[in-house]
Antibody
């Protein structure tokens, strides 16, 4: 069965860095575009970043552009989100989510999320 | 960027009643690329509807979606206790944006 398992969240001070991982299993990871979506406490959903199935293209929300980098290792079936210069408003649950190969489709599977808390 | 506005913000209903949730887009959604998700407290969202009206795998037929252009609706024909949750619409035809959510609560 399809599984997405995020890890790497935690408490970090403003200005520091953190790397999230999303381990995929139960499907051919290299055939799917992948996204990071976040949800601040008590708030709605925000797409943070997307990467093409082969890693050839990325796109970021304006709120994280220049600070976050999405990447993937298809040999390890793993998606990453490198976060630099973290701010308090980056505090959120971060989900990885799958869409189809050409990124024209809904999020049909989500991970359980990992909580990032940015606080001094 | 396409802005999605969901209404009402909160819907207070009893089990067995019909729920009608609205999602209005600031401009036409390309290809009816509109999805609905259900999120329960402490859980990840779950895909209910895609392509405005297609049910995702395993979703009961009491959930239905309709609409096109700028106006979309999610209908739950008879609310079950497990349906009380927050519902989000998302368009994926032009980049991706979410609505702010509608909470369906027990009256």
């Amino acid at each position: 069965q399809v599984q997405l398992v995020e890890s790497g969240g935690g408490v970090v001070q403003p200005g520091r860095s953190l790397r999230l991982s999303c381990a995929a299993s139960g499907f051919t990871f290299s055939n799917y575009a992948m996204h990071w979506v976040r949800q601040a406490p008590g708030k709605g959903l925000e797409r943070v970043a997307v990467i093409a199935y082969d890693g050839s293209n990325e796109h970021y929300a304006d709120s994280v552009k220049g600070r976050f980098t999405i990447s993937r290792d298809n040999s390890k079936n793993t998606l990453y989100l490198q976060m630099h210069s973290l701010r308090t408003d980056d505090t959120a649950v971060y989900y990885c989510a799958r869409t189809n190969w050409n990124d024209v489709g809904p999020y049909d599977y989500w991970g359980q999320g990992t909580l990032v808390t940015v606080s001094s | 960027e396409i802005v999605l506005t969901q209404s009402p913000g909160t819907l207070s209903l009893s089990p067995g009643e019909r729920a009608t949730l609205s999602c209005r887009a600031s401009q036409s959604v390309y290809g009816r690329y509109l999805a609905w998700y259900q999120q329960k407290r402490g859980q990840a969202p779950r895909l209910l509807i895609y392509g405005a009206s297609s049910r995702a795998t395993g979703i009961p037929d009491r959930f239905s979606g309709s609409g096109s252009g700028t106006d979309f609706t999610l209908t739950i024909s008879r609310l079950e206790p497990e349906d009380f949750a927050v519902y989000y619409c998302q368009q994926y035809g032009s980049s991706r944006t979410f609505g702010q959510g509608t909470k369906v609560e027990i009256k």
